[in-house]
């Protein structure tokens, strides 16, 4: 049994992004952003640009931290990147600006950050995808401004290594939570079995017992010798009622089982076989078998469920036979 077999690709959330730790998660990435941002975010914050990235970083984080499926769905992924690359193309223009100016690539430590989330929430691929289409703007911003990739280079590597750390944290939490739920789901299913077995365990115990207070009574008269006419025919009838439990469970059931009794008192033999485990009876077919078998006198009847197809049907030792169809619904 593999995790594949238990989880279904559409599982709720592995990593339990939602609750207080998913808005803990969003809540410190807001407010270290912002702090960063403010303090340290160069000229674009004077401006609105800086105001408006913060704002959009941070619906993206919020789309990650969201509740939803566990692989995150892919209109959330597409929108995270359209934010991502506006926003990159948004804090372009202020890495021109020479000399000391703040963090003024701080838009990339978050943007990476929340590609590492949409990684955690099992889109790697797109997660690459992401920091791919910010490379690219980032290098060609490069070769523009400066002539060279170098420029470029220095922005985006430290992104890389970070994505490359976090997609192998990435892999190796979602398979260590995915071995733990699959630990859960067995240990729930082997506990569910144990229920199980306790319980027809009691159920046997107590059909035991409620066969001993049908059938010690009677094995006690006999051992004593103290058996009238009457008393044996009982016998007779208690013996065949037991036989009917176990070969015909579901036929020895009102208003049938009224019938049947009815029918032995008159001396009719009657033989009750189930045979189709699949096939669920109502109360009208076996009010149907009960009228059948309350006209047949002297005679011997077997009443037979059988399936492929689903039959009810009733055969007397002339060879008559009748049937009906049970409808499986």
């Known amino acids: 049994m593999t995790t594949a077999d238990l989880e279904p690709r559409d599982r ?12 803990t998660l969003f809540g410190s990435f807001v407010l270290v952003h912002a702090v960063i941002a403010l303090l340290a975010g160069g000229p674009a914050m004077h401006d609105g640009r800086g105001a408006l990235t913060l704002a959009l970083l941070s619906g993206a984080a919020l789309l990650v931290v969201l509740p ?10 597409f929108t995270i990147l359209a934010v991502i690359t506006l926003c990159t193309l948004l804090m372009l223009e202020q890495l021109l600006i020479t000399g000391p100016g703040g963090f003024l690539n701080w838009n990339y430590n978050a943007s990476n950050f ?19 289409i910010i490379a690219a703007i980032t290098l060609t911003w490069s070769v523009l401004a400066t ?11 430290g992104e890389i290594g970070a994505l490359l750390a976090g997609s192998f944290f990435a892999l ?5 939570a995915n071995g733990v739920r699959t630990l859960q789901r067995i240990r729930r299913q082997r506990v569910g079995e144990e229920h199980l077995l306790a ?23 006999i051992a004593r010798g103290r058996v009238t006419t ?5 016998h007779r009838l208690l013996e065949a009622a037991l036989r009917d439990e176990i070969r015909g469970a579901r036929l020895a059931a009102e208003p049938l089982a009224s019938a049947v009794r009815a029918a032995r008192s008159r001396g009719v033999d009657v033989v009750l076989l189930d045979d189709a485990d699949e096939v669920a009876l109502g109360w ?16 011997a009847v077997t009443v037979r469920l059988g399936a492929n197809p689903a039959l009810l049907t009733i055969t007397t030792a002339d060879g008559s036979v009748v049937h009906r169809k049970i409808d499986p619904n």
């Open 284 to 299: 009208a077919d076996l009010e149907w078998a009960a009228e059948i078998l309350a006209d047949i006198d002297r005679d």
């Open 68 to 77: 939803g499926h566990d692989r995150l769905e892919l209109w959330r992924v």
């Open 12 to 23: 709720p959330i592995v990593l339990r992004f939602s609750g207080w730790p998913g808005w």
């Open 199 to 221: 319980e027809t365990e009691r159920e046997r115990a107590a059909e035991l017992v409620r066969m001993r207070q049908r059938v010690t009574p009677v094995l006690t008269a």
């Open 114 to 132: 929340i590609l590492f989330a949409v990684a955690l929430r099992g889109r790697i691929r797109w997660a690459w995808i992401g920091l791919g």
């Open 147 to 157: 002539g060279t990739v170098v420029q470029g280079l220095y922005l985006i590597y």
């Open 230 to 234: 009457a008393q044996r025919q009982e």
């Open 172 to 176: 190796v939490l979602r398979r260590a």
